[in-house]
């Protein structure tokens, strides 16, 4: 009987159907090889195998099998269809998102498709001989070499020692983690003592022994609260004021997990976040934890997701938005740390989703648990836990002997009407910046923008040009002078004077981290400043390399795009460099959740910076702002 298969194709269209060639074994999940129209060949994934011909004169066939195994497995492809559907979008669009670029070759000839198939490195393993797993004959062959041949006495002695973590599950080592040279090896395998393969290059799996934090009463009452209702509810939040210890509750939950051989998925909302919190997942986990986002090269993403389409359990990825699609089979917890942050929520291209909520539904296919962890919740996730659908344990007091900074508000307005405004920043704030560096203290300055603010100020009142509908600034473009309301396409002409006061400075708000920075070196100049924002990280690690620099006291004053970029999360040692004053602009964009919360309230990106200094001794943190 001829069978057919429903193709998914990386496009905005929907499956089509292909013969399956007489011979050829197919099932659903596999990636395949299709010439879609006239000459175009593409990846596809075979949803679906049946026996009904489409009604067409011609079928096309499938033109091969690629990967071998599937790479989806009936959960994820249910999770594609809820994401396709509960965000309006086709599969063939998830597929865009949901699968590494180099999984996904095309091309207008067959040659052009197989030149773009990704080909996994390979690297050489070596382990004992079936013979030396007797331990009678491994000792007879210990005291041969040990006499004739020490040097391959000491390369098999090592081979034989190799600890869980140097082993991947096989039991195989790869050489490069010997000692031994090419010759000692080849001798040792041509005398019969060990075995070699060429196999595609995987990671070491590390043991289950780990060295976990000690918690506070405070943080052992919110685990075992949580383990209750994880008994119950298949989500919780955690919210816990900043510096409580969230993070230390987290790990313990995770290796409970990893130690049954479940998988663990913990998803930040941002790439400084993932190096930072990398960092210190090794220290407790060590090769356990895979990282996942976009600053990977393409291969390494695609060889993490056709290693993890492998593995049996007992993986560890922390990852951005897009770690929710990879193939993790035993996925038993999903952590969405600052489950608040619009990180979380793809705005383009399709699928638009969110992957927080996104979190919840996988671990419910899979049959786990989601923990949403935040210091300010979003409103939804609030609303959840307090009707009782979520779980809820809460940390309401700091880690340690940590305490909270001292906060002052400056007003912007005050300062310019009395002259203590100087290029952007008020005499308080430069006032504690002089006296931090002289103190030989660091100072960290947040804005909130690369360019040039989009809304309109008048430099004497405050007096904001907003959209009468939707309450929030107008954007100047320079091109028709003209204000325009983002939201619902409003217009209006850039007003001369201020039609509060009558003043006639009035104009756009253009201070962007390169302009403070310059500023900042202008007016400090024995300062060393570094600045960190898109233009200065778009190298590998380029995050990781200028927190580096600032923690080990290579620059006095860091300039911040005002992303979250989390000291805490960094060794002890460093902690007590976060110190001091952080300018943040006046609250007048729209809101970071759209539809969420009124313009004026306080963001929950302003609450966690506020709230984040001083974890080890307290800081300080000046506000500048014209709605005081």
Same mark, same amino acid.
């Given at each position: 009987?001829?069978?057919?298969?429903?193709?998914?194709?990386?496009?905005?269209?929907?499956?089509?159907?292909?013969?399956?060639?007489?011979?050829?074994?197919?099932?659903?999940?596999?990636?395949?090889?299709?010439?879609?129209?006239?000459?175009?060949?593409?990846?596809?994934?075979?949803?679906?195998?049946?026996?009904?011909?489409?009604?067409?004169?011609?079928?096309?066939?499938?033109?091969?099998?690629?990967?071998?195994?599937?790479?989806?497995?009936?959960?994820?492809?249910?999770?594609?269809?809820?994401?396709?559907?509960?965000?309006?979008?086709?599969?063939?669009?998830?597929?865009?998102?949901?699968?590494?670029?180099?999984?996904?070759?095309?091309?207008?000839?067959?040659?052009?498709?197989?030149?773009?198939?990704?080909?996994?490195?390979?690297?050489?393993?070596?382990?004992?001989?079936?013979?030396?797993?007797?331990?009678?004959?491994?000792?007879?062959?210990?005291?041969?070499?040990?006499?004739?041949?020490?040097?391959?006495?000491?390369?098999?002695?090592?081979?034989?020692?190799?600890?869980?973590?140097?082993?991947?599950?096989?039991?195989?080592?790869?050489?490069?983690?010997?000692?031994?040279?090419?010759?000692?090896?080849?001798?040792?395998?041509?005398?019969?003592?060990?075995?070699?393969?060429?196999?595609?290059?995987?990671?070491?799996?590390?043991?289950?022994?780990?060295?976990?934090?000690?918690?506070?009463?405070?943080?052992?009452? +919110?685990?075992?609260?949580?383990?209750?209702?994880? /008994?119950?509810?298949? $989500?919780? &939040?955690?919210? %816990?004021? =900043?510096?409580? #210890?969230?993070?230390?509750?987290?790990?313990?939950?995770?290796?409970?997990?990893?130690?049954?051989?479940?998988?663990?998925?913990?998803?930040?909302?941002?790439?400084?976040?993932?190096?930072?919190?990398?960092?210190?997942?090794?220290?407790?986990?060590?090769?356990?934890?895979?990282?996942?986002?976009?600053?990977?090269?393409?291969?390494?993403?695609?060889?993490?997701?056709?290693?993890?389409?492998?593995?049996?359990?007992?993986?560890?990825?922390?990852?951005?938005?897009?770690?929710?699609?990879?193939?993790?089979?035993?996925?038993?917890?999903?952590?969405?740390?600052?489950?608040?942050?619009?990180?979380?929520?793809?705005?383009?291209? +399709?699928?638009?989703?969110?992957?927080?909520?996104? /979190?919840?539904?996988? $671990?419910? &296919?899979?049959? %786990?648990? =989601?923990?949403? #962890?935040?210091?300010?919740?979003?409103?939804?996730?609030?609303?959840?836990?307090?009707?009782?659908?979520?779980?809820?344990?809460?940390?309401?007091?700091?880690?340690?002997?940590?305490?909270?900074?001292?906060?002052?508000?400056?007003?912007?307005?005050?300062?310019?009407?009395?002259?203590?405004?100087?290029?952007?920043?008020?005499?308080?704030?430069?006032?504690?910046?002089?006296?931090?560096?002289?103190?030989?203290?660091?100072?960290?300055?947040?804005?909130?923008?690369?360019?040039?603010?989009?809304?309109?100020?008048?430099?004497?009142?405050?007096?904001?040009?907003?959209?009468?509908?939707?309450?929030?600034?107008?954007?100047?473009?320079?091109?028709?002078?003209?204000?325009?309301?983002?939201?619902?396409?409003?217009?209006?002409?850039?007003?001369?004077?201020?039609?509060?006061?009558?003043?006639?400075?009035?104009?756009?708000?253009?201070?962007?981290?390169?302009?403070?920075?310059?500023?900042?070196?202008?007016?400090?100049?024995?300062?060393?400043?570094?600045?960190?924002?898109?233009?200065?990280?778009?190298?590998?690690?380029?995050?990781?390399?200028?927190?580096?620099?600032?923690?080990?006291?290579?620059?006095?004053?860091?300039?911040?795009?005002?992303?979250?970029?989390?000291?805490?999360?960094?060794?002890?040692?460093?902690?007590?460099?976060?110190?001091?004053?952080?300018?943040?602009?006046?609250?007048?964009?729209?809101?970071?959740?759209?539809?969420?919360?009124?313009?004026?309230?306080?963001?929950?990106?302003?609450?966690?910076?506020?709230?984040?200094?001083?974890?080890?001794?307290?800081?300080?943190?000046?506000?500048?702002?014209?709605?005081?």
């Amino acid at each position: 009987m001829p069978l057919y298969a429903d193709i998914v194709l990386p496009l905005a269209q929907p499956a089509y159907t292909f013969a399956v060639p007489e011979g050829m074994h197919v099932e659903a999940g596999q990636a395949v090889a299709v010439q879609f129209g006239a000459r175009k060949f593409y990846t596809g994934i075979v949803w679906r195998v049946h026996d009904r011909r489409p009604p067409f004169k011609t079928v096309k066939s499938i033109q091969r099998v690629l990967y071998g195994a599937p790479l989806l497995s009936a959960q994820q492809m249910a999770f594609w269809e809820w994401v396709a559907a509960y965000y309006m979008c086709t599969p063939g669009e998830v597929m865009r998102v949901g699968l590494p670029s180099l999984m996904k070759p095309s091309g207008d000839t067959e040659e052009e498709f197989t030149e773009e198939e990704f080909r996994p490195r390979t690297e050489c393993y070596v382990a004992l001989a079936p013979g030396l797993h007797d331990e009678g004959r491994l000792h007879e062959a210990f005291e041969k070499l040990e006499r004739r041949a020490p040097r391959q006495y000491e390369a098999l002695l090592e081979l034989a020692s190799a600890g869980d973590g140097e082993r991947i599950p096989t039991g195989e080592v790869a050489r490069r983690l010997l000692r031994a040279d090419y010759a000692v090896l080849h001798a040792l395998e041509r005398k019969g003592y060990i075995v070699s393969a060429e196999r595609e290059r995987t990671v070491e799996r590390g043991g289950s022994a780990f060295r976990l934090p000690e918690l506070t009463p405070a943080q052992l009452a +919110a685990l075992e609260s949580l383990r209750g209702q994880f /008994a119950r509810k298949p $989500a919780a &939040l955690l919210h %816990g004021i =900043t510096g409580s #210890g969230k993070t230390e509750v987290y790990i313990h939950l995770i290796a409970e997990v990893l130690a049954r051989g479940g998988d663990v998925l913990l998803l930040v909302p941002e790439i400084a976040l993932t190096a930072q919190l990398i960092e210190r997942m090794e220290r407790i986990f060590g090769s356990r934890v895979t990282p996942y986002h976009s600053k990977l090269t393409n291969r390494r993403r695609t060889e993490t997701y056709l290693r993890l389409n492998r593995s049996q359990g007992g993986e560890f990825v922390v990852g951005v938005r897009s770690s929710i699609f990879l193939p993790l089979k035993r996925l038993q917890l999903v952590v969405v740390d600052e489950e608040h942050d619009a990180s979380y929520k793809q705005a383009d291209p +399709a699928p638009r989703y969110n992957a927080r909520d996104c /979190a919840v539904v996988m $671990a419910r &296919l899979w049959g %786990g648990r =989601t923990l949403l #962890g935040s210091a300010t919740p979003s409103l939804e996730t609030w609303v959840n836990a307090g009707s009782g659908k979520y779980g809820l344990a809460s940390l309401t007091e700091r880690y340690g002997d940590a305490r909270p900074p001292e906060i002052f508000v400056s007003d912007t307005i005050r300062a310019a009407k009395r002259g203590e405004r100087h290029a952007h920043f008020n005499k308080l704030l430069l006032d504690k910046m002089e006296a931090a560096l002289g103190r030989g203290e660091q100072v960290m300055l947040f804005q909130n923008r690369r360019g040039f603010a989009p809304y309109v100020e008048c430099s004497e009142c405050g007096w904001t040009a907003r959209c009468p509908h939707c309450n929030v600034t107008l954007t100047y473009h320079k091109g028709g002078g003209k204000l325009v309301c983002h939201y619902c396409g409003y217009e209006t002409e850039q007003p001369k004077v201020c039609p509060a006061c009558g003043s006639k400075y009035i104009g756009g708000f253009k201070a962007g981290t390169q302009k403070i920075e310059e500023i900042v070196k202008k007016r400090f100049p024995k300062a060393r400043t570094i600045r960190m924002d898109m233009d200065t990280t778009r190298e590998k690690d380029g995050h990781e390399k200028i927190l580096a620099a600032f923690a080990n006291e290579e620059a006095d004053v860091l300039v911040l795009f005002a992303a979250r970029t989390d000291l805490r999360r960094r060794d002890p040692a460093v902690l007590r460099l976060y110190d001091e004053a952080a300018p943040l602009p006046p609250l007048l964009l729209p809101p970071v959740l759209e539809g969420q919360m009124p313009p004026g309230l306080c963001r929950p990106q302003l609450l966690a910076v506020l709230v984040e200094s001083g974890v080890l001794r307290p800081g300080q943190i000046t506000v500048g702002t014209a709605e005081s």
